[in-house]
C-alpha cells in the first residue's frame, strides 16, 4: 500500500514504500488515472527503465524532461491500482477564447484547468464556460473512465474573478481543504458572556481552588506588536534571602471555558489549528475566547495553567517544580522590540506606565527591567544546556507582509534579529518538556508526546557536498556533530553562506510528530532538533488543539497525585483523525498567501524603473540550466536561468552586465559556466549576484515571481547585505560598550554581564518558532528539490 505524493511537480510523482528511497513514478501513462493524493499499488519497473529526478530548472510544468537532464537514476515504477481515491474540491479556471483546448465555446463540455497544477483537466459539462471564462471555479471528480485522458466532474460553485484578493484567499484555503465558517449560534450560546452592561468577572469557586497570583507575582507577556490571542505569560523573581529563584510559565486555560465532548471542542477538533494568512487569521476558537477570556490580556484577572520552577540562583539547578491552575493579572503586554529595548537600557515608553507618578515609573521600570535580566540569564543557562546535548541552531526565512488600512501591501520587512527571542522561546521550550515528562510519568501508555526522529543521511546530501564546495566539512552522524559543525562553518567575509547552510540543513529534517506513548518504545521518544528526551506542545492552546488536550491530560495527571479517579483521552483516534493533514496544510496556506502578498507587492511596481525590483541574490543550488538563489532582503527563494528555452545563454559584459547570446551551458558541482561569442562566465556557490524581479502573471494558477539575472556582481556591495552574524556581533559589541559607559546611572539593578550582552540578539526565526506552529505570517519557502518540513 503506496501514498501517492508529488516528486515532480511537472512529470512524476513519488510513492512512500518499504524501500529505502521513494519510487517514481513518471508521466501520465504509469500515473494510470492516479490523482495527486491518492492510495495506489506501485509495480517496480526493470532497472534497465529506472529514472532520475530532474536537474533542470522548469519554467513551466507541462513538459516532460529529457532523460539528459535526469539525475541518478531512482527506483521507477508504474500505477497498477488505486486502493483508495482521495478527491477532494478542485478550484479551476475556464480557457479563455484564445485558449490551447480545440473545443467550441458554446459545447457543453470543457476541459477546466486546475489551479494545482498536479491536478489533470477536468471535463465539465456547462453552458456557462463564456460568462465564467477568467473565474475561479470549484469542481468536484465524479468519474475517470479507463479509455479518457481526463476526468469528468461538476462545478460546485463560483469563487470570483482570478486576480481579486478575495478570489485567491478562498482558493488558498479550499485547496489546503480548509473549511473555517462562521462559529454556530449553538456553538456561541455555550461562551459565557462579556460585555460593558454584564462585564465576565472571576468565579469566587475558582479562587479558592486555584493558586492567586495576582498580588504576588509580577507577570508580563511578550509578544509580536499587536499581538490579541496572547497564549502564554512569563513571571520570575527571587526567593527568601535571594539563593533561590522563581520562573513561572503561565498558558491560558482554555479547558475551563472549553468542555470536552462540547459543541466548541469538537469544532475545535474539526478545525486543529488557527490558520494565520499574510493579512488575516482564522480563529480555532471563538473570539470571545481567543481574543478576550482566554487571551492572557494585560490588568485583567484571567485563568491560567503554570509551571513553576524553584532553581538555586548561582546553578539555576531545579529544586522543585509545581504544575496547576493559578489565577493571574498580567502587569504589562509587552511586544518585542520593546522589550529588548528594555534590556538594552534604551529609552523606551511602557504603555501601563504612562499614568504613573514619575516617583513610582522609575522603581517599577527598574522592576521590570531587573525581571526581564534574570529571565534573559536564566534562557542563556537554558540554552547553554541543551547545546551541550546536541540542539540545532537553524535557519528560517521570516518575512511580514507590511499592510495599510485597507489590506494594501506596502513593504515586505524581514523579521529583526532580537535575543528576546530566544528568551521567551527556551521558556516555552523548558515548559513544554516538564509537561512532557510529568504526563508521560503519571500516563505511561497514553500520554500526548511529540518526537522528531533523526533525519535520513541521504537529505543531507545537498548540505554536505555545498559546504564541500566552500572547504567546510560537515559531520551529519548525530545532531551534535551537525551543530558543531555548522558553528565551524563560518566565511568571516560573508556571513550569509552560514546562514544557507543552516537553512539547507533546516530543509534536511525530518518531520516532527504526534504520538501516544503507549504506541512507541521510549527509546524513539527523543526530540532531535531540541535534544530533549521527551517534548509536547503545551503552551498554545488558543490557537492548536494539541496543547488543549495536553492540558487535559495535565490536569488529570495533577489529579492522580491526589488520589482522584481520571479519564482516558483515546488519543490514538483523535491523533489520527487530523493531525497528519491538518499541520501541513496550515503552513502550506500560510505560505501560499504568503507568496500572493509578495506578488501584490511587486506586481503594480515597473521593473525597468523601480529600484525596489533589484536586489542582491546570493547562489545556493547549480542546476543544468540556471542557478537557484535567495534573496535575504524579500525572504524569496526562485530560479535564475542562464539559458533560455531558445537556446540562447547568459553573456557577461566587462562591466558585469548581462545579455542573452547564442551558446553553450557547461554544469559542475560546485559551478556552472556559459559560452559565447563575448567569451566565457562562471557562477559559483555562493556568488553574490543582482537580480531584477518582476511577477509572471498566470490566469489558470497563481501568480509567481520571475527573477532575472541582470548583474554578475552583488547589488550595492557585500556590505549592504544583513543577518549575518559577523556585523551583527560588531554592532552589538558597539553596543555594549556604550552600556558600560551608561553602566554609573544604572547601580541601582543588576546588570548582565559584557559577555552575555555581546549575544543580545541572535539569529531569526529561532529554533522554537522553526519547531513550533507557525504563528504569525512567515514565509518558509522550498526549493525546487526539496519540502521544507516544520518539525516542532
Known amino acids: 500500500m503506496f501514498g501517492l505524493k508529488p516528486l515532480l511537480p511537472v512529470c512524476g510523482c513519488s510513492v512512500s514504500s518499504d524501500l529505502s528511497s521513494d519510487v517514481l513514478v513518471f508521466g501520465g501513462k504509469h500515473r494510470n488515472r492516479a490523482v495527486h493524493g491518492d492510495v495506489v499499488v506501485v509495480e517496480l519497473l526493470p532497472k534497465s527503465e529506472w529514472r532520475g529526478r530532474t536537474t533542470s530548472l522548469t519554467q513551466g510544468q507541462g513538459d516532460e524532461k529529457n532523460e539528459d537532464d535526469e539525475s541518478s537514476a531512482m527506483p521507477t515504477g508504474r500505477v497498477v491500482g488505486i486502493l483508495q481515491r482521495n478527491w477532494r474540491d478542485y478550484v479551476v479556471t475556464f480557457p479563455t477564447r484564445d485558449g490551447t483546448q480545440n473545443q467550441s465555446r458554446n459545447s457543453q463540455r470543457i476541459l477546466a484547468i486546475p489551479w494545482d497544477r498536479r491536478i489533470p483537466k477536468i471535463r465539465i459539462s456547462t453552458q456557462q464556460a463564456e460568462a465564467l471564462q477568467d473565474h475561479r471555479v470549484v469542481v468536484r471528480m465524479d468519474s475517470w473512465e479507463s479509455t479518457s485522458l481526463y476526468p469528468n466532474g461538476h462545478s460546485v460553485r463560483v469563487l470570483g474573478r482570478a486576480g481579486e484578493l478575495e478570489t485567491e484567499v478562498q482558493t488558498i484555503l479550499i485547496e489546503n481543504c480548509i473549511h473555517v465558517p462562521p462559529f454556530s449560534d449553538a456553538q456561541l450560546r455555550e461562551m459565557p458572556l462579556n460585555s460593558p452592561e454584564k462585564p465576565w468577572k472571576v468565579d469566587p469557586v475558582q479562587v479558592r481552588r486555584r493558586r492567586d497570583l495576582r498580588a504576588t507575582h509580577l507577570v508580563f507577556s511578550i509578544d509580536p506588536h499587536g499581538c490579541e490571542d496572547v497564549d502564554d505569560t512569563l513571571s520570575v523573581r527571587r526567593l527568601g534571602d535571594g539563593t533561590l529563584l522563581e520562573l513561572g510559565v503561565h498558558i491560558a486555560d482554555v479547558t475551563h471555558f472549553v468542555p470536552e465532548g462540547s459543541l466548541t471542542d469538537m469544532e475545535a477538533r474539526t478545525r486543529a489549528t488557527t490558520y494565520y494568512l499574510a493579512d488575516r487569521r482564522y480563529d480555532m476558537l471563538p473570539a470571545v475566547l481567543s481574543s478576550d477570556l482566554c487571551s492572557l490580556l494585560g490588568g485583567v484577572d484571567r485563568y491560567a495553567m503554570s509551571v513553576m520552577w524553584e532553581l538555586d ?131 505511561p501508555s497514553q500520554a500526548l508526546l511529540r518526537r522528531h526522529p533523526p533525519p535520513r543521511q541521504e537529505l543531507f546530501s545537498q548540505l554536505v557536498e555545498t559546504a564541500k564546495a566552500q572547504g567546510f566539512s560537515v559531520d551529519t552522524r548525530t545532531n551534535k556533530a551537525l551543530a558543531d559543525s555548522l558553528d565551524q562553518a563560518v566565511d568571516l567575509q560573508d556571513p550569509l553562506v552560514n546562514r544557507m547552510l543552516r537553512m539547507m540543513a533546516t530543509q534536511a529534517m525530518s518531520q516532527a510528530m504526534y504520538f501516544s506513548t503507549g504506541a512507541q518504545p521510549q527509546d524513539q521518544y527523543y526530540h532531535y532538533g531540541l535534544a530533549l528526551d521527551r517534548y509536547t506542545h503545551f503552551t498554545s492552546p488558543i490557537r492548536r488543539y494539541a496543547d488543549i488536550i495536553v492540558h487535559r491530560l495535565l490536569i488529570a495527571a495533577i489529579a492522580m497525585d491526589t488520589g482522584a479517579e481520571t479519564c482516558s483521552h483515546h488519543i490514538p483516534e483523535i491523533l489520527s483523525s487530523f493531525y497528519r493533514f491538518i499541520r501541513p496544510a496550515a503552513q502550506r496556506a500560510q505560505n501560499l498567501s504568503m507568496a500572493l502578498f509578495q506578488c501584490l507587492y511587486f506586481k503594480e511596481k515597473d521593473p525597468q524603473t523601480d529600484p525596489r525590483c533589484v536586489a542582491d541574490a546570493i547562489i545556493y543550488a547549480i542546476r543544468d540550466n540556471g542557478v537557484l538563489v535567495f534573496i535575504p532582503e524579500y525572504g524569496v527563494k526562485g530560479p535564475v536561468y542562464l539559458r533560455n528555452k531558445e537556446g540562447q545563454v547568459v553573456s557577461v559584459g566587462p562591466d558585469g552586465g548581462c545579455d542573452w547570446q547564442s551558446g553553450s551551458v557547461r554544469r559542475h558541482h560546485d559551478r556552472i559556466s556559459t559560452e559565447s561569442a563575448s567569451g566565457s562566465a562562471t557562477f559559483r556557490l555562493f556568488d553574490h549576484i543582482t537580480v531584477r524581479i518582476s511577477v509572471q502573471s498566470s490566469s489558470c494558477h497563481a501568480d509567481s515571481l520571475n527573477l532575472e539575472l541582470i548583474r554578475n556582481r552583488p547589488h550595492g556591495g557585500l556590505e549592504a547585505q544583513r543577518g549575518g552574524r559577523g556585523q551583527l556581533v560588531q554592532e552589538v559589541v558597539q553596543e555594549a560598550v556604550r552600556l558600560v559607559q551608561e553602566a554609573q546611572q544604572r547601580e541601582a539593578r543588576p546588570r548582565l554581564s559584557k559577555e552575555e550582552r555581546e549575544f543580545s540578539q541572535s539569529r531569526t526565526p529561532n529554533l522554537y518558532s522553526l519547531l513550533e506552529e507557525v504563528r504569525d505570517p512567515a514565509l518558509f519557502l522550498p526549493d525546487s528539490g526539496l519540502q521544507h518540513v516544520n518539525y516542532g
Not at 340 to 363: M, T
Not at 372 to 386: G, S, V
Not at 432 to 438: L, P, S
Open 313 to 443: 540562583a548561582q546553578t539555576l539547578a531545579v529544586n522543585k517544580v509545581w504544575f496547576g491552575r493559578t489565577l493571574i493579572r498580567s502587569s504589562y503586554q509587552l511586544h518585542y522590540e520593546l522589550a529588548q529595548a528594555l534590556l538594552n537600557g534604551e529609552p523606551a515608553h511602557v504603555p501601563e506606565l504612562a499614568q504613573v507618578a514619575s516617583e513610582d515609573k522609575d522603581a517599577k521600570l527598574a522592576e521590570l527591567t531587573q525581571a526581564l535580566e534574570m529571565l534573559t540569564h536564566i534562557a542563556r543557562h537554558l540554552r547553554a544546556q541543551r547545546d551541550r546535548g546536541g540542539a540545532l541552531e537553524l535557519e528560517g526565512v521570516e518575512v511580514r507582509a507590511q499592510l495599510d488600512e485597507d489590506r494594501n501591501i506596502t513593504a515586505l520587512v524581514p523579521r529583526q534579529p532580537l535575543e528576546v527571542h530566544e528568551t521567551v522561546a527556551e521558556c516555552m521550550i523548558y515548559a513544554n518538556h516538564w509537561v512532557a515528562r510529568k504526563i508521560q510519568e503519571s500516563f
